[in-house]
Antibody, heavy 122, light 106 residues
């Protein structure tokens, strides 16, 4: 079955760190661009970060640049998001999403996971 | 950064109606635009990409048009399963951006 399964969401204090994982199955993971997209009731859908399948280039939203790091382990068919210096405004449901194309660009997302919840609060 | 503005934010319609949702980009994005459908408690689902290309498995009553800065999603003959929230997304330049969403209600 073609699917993405996120994990790693949790309650964390402001300034803390968390690593999200996304396990892919049912498709050739290493050739596709992948992204993280988050959603909150107040801010809707927000693209967070993306990584190309063809050359591993990484891209970030301004709001997370310097704090979050996207990576992938093609041998494990897994996407990661290392989140440091977390803030209350990072609280959201984080989705892993597969891009339609191997370079990523143009970034259309044709497969999504169910999401993992990150709550940043003291 | 490119901002995506959708209108209306919500629309009430009946089964069988036709609905049009508008998405405006703050600068030109060519035809690099996607539309997604999201139902409560579920992840978004790709409906339209490259402004007017229907994603595999999406019903043909969904259609997209436009280019540059102004785009529309049309749903002809609304079905009960179409009541959901719809988002546009620019796929051209970083940071990628989504519109604020349009809720189609009964």
């Amino acid at each position: 079955e073609v699917q993405l399964l996120e994990s790693g969401g949790n309650l964390v204090q402001p300034g803390g760190s968390l690593r999200l994982s996304c396990a892919a199955s049912g498709f050739t993971f290493n050739i596709y661009g992948m992204s993280w997209v988050r959603q909150t009731p107040g801010r809707g859908l927000e693209w967070v970060s993306g990584i190309s399948g063809s050359n591993g280039n990484m891209y970030y939203a301004n709001s997370v640049k310097g704090r979050f790091t996207i990576s992938r382990d093609n041998s494990k068919n897994t996407l990661y998001l290392q989140m440091n210096s977390l803030r209350a405004e990072d609280t959201a449901l984080y989705y892993c999403a597969k891009a339609t194309y191997n370079s990523g660009w143009p970034w259309y997302f044709d497969l999504w996971g169910r999401g993992t919840l990150v709550t940043v609060s003291s | 950064d490119i901002q995506m503005t959708q209108s209306p934010s919500s629309v009430s319609a009946s089964v069988g109606d036709s609905v049009t949702i508008t998405c405006r980009a703050s600068q030109g994005i060519g035809s690099w635009l996607a539309w997604y459908q999201q139902k409560p408690g579920k992840a978004p689902k790709l409906l339209i990409y490259a402004e007017s290309s229907l994603q595999s498995g999406a019903p043909s009553r969904f259609s997209g048009s436009g280019s540059g800065t102004d785009f529309t999603l049309n749903i002809s003959s609304l079905q009960p399963e179409d009541f959901a929230t719809y988002y546009c997304q620019q796929a051209n330049s970083y940071p990628l951006a989504f519109g604020g969403g349009t809720k189609v209600e009964i």
